[in-house]
């Protein structure tokens, strides 16, 4: 009982840790540096490294190395393309429906105050380390503790919902919301299904990658 309670507790402080105390301290270190620059994303990418170990060493602690073997099958590639094709079809259809979100604000802001030397490091964030840390959190951390395998996929429901909120808690609507969550679910419901991080880790840096695909063409392209 004791070591329940202490691994929720652990739980609770990575995944507020991951959404507020995160952006606190970076906001003290970067709240000097100009937007977009060099030092701004290594300290980004610092943080997001801090996150990324504290959800490794919290998943070894409480379900031991095991947890990072790869799992095959020659289903869950299958699973990992559906997934992909319903979360694209799924931002097509809300593209019609939902403006911007706050947190696309935030990052298109960002995208168009970023040179092209910094370039690679804003890339580097939000397809590589960024999918990482969110699933090992939203995924490994959060459905490991809450509500772990239940027959009626409140684990997944709930990473969903803890997903979709923190991406848009500052202008919360119910459009926004689901735009979010919906992504969740769908990565939710292939770890369910797989029983590994590494494909949801795969879907969401594949989905990033489709987002800021014009940013890539130009990050390679001579011009």
Same mark, same amino acid.
């Given at each position: 009982?004791? =070591? =329940? !309670? ?12 991951? @959404? ?17 620059? =060099? ?6 990418? +610092? ?23 790869? @799992?095959? @099958?020659? =289903? ?18 809300? #593209? ?17 105050? !970023? ?29 490991? !503790?809450?509500? @772990? ?13 803890? +997903? ?31 029983? #590994? ?12 990658? !489709? ?8 990050? +390679?392209?001579? #011009?």
């Amino acid at each position: 009982m004791k =070591r =329940r !309670t202490v691994q929720i507790l652990l739980a609770l402080l990575v995944i507020i840790y991951r @959404k507020t105390w995160f952006w606190w301290i970076f906001n003290h270190f970067a709240g000097r540096l100009v937007p977009a620059s =060099r030092e701004f994303f290594q300290i980004l990418s +610092f943080l997001e490294f801090s996150v990324t170990f504290l959800a490794i060493l919290y998943l070894l602690v409480f379900e031991g190395r095991r947890f990072f073997e790869l @799992k095959w @099958k020659w =289903r869950y590639p299958v699973y990992l393309l559906l997934a992909y094709g319903a979360n694209y079809l799924l931002d097509i259809a809300l #593209s019609f429906l939902t403006p911007a979100t706050s947190n696309q604000i935030a990052l298109n802001e960002l995208t168009e105050m !970023t040179g092209r030397q910094e370039l690679p490091y804003l890339l580097l964030i939000v397809c590589l380390l960024g999918p990482i840390t969110e699933e090992l959190v939203y995924r490994g951390v959060l459905m490991n !503790t809450f509500l @772990k395998d239940s027959p009626w996929y409140g684990d997944v429901l709930l990473s969903a919902c803890v +997903f979709g909120y923190v991406h848009v808690s500052s202008g919360l609507t119910p459009l926004a919301f689901f735009t979010y969550a919906s992504g969740g679910a769908i990565c939710a419901f292939l770890y369910r299904k797989t029983h #590994s991080l590494y494909y949801p880790i795969l879907l969401h840096i594949m989905i990033n990658i !489709t987002a800021f695909w014009e940013l890539w063409v130009l990050l +390679f392209s001579g #011009s």
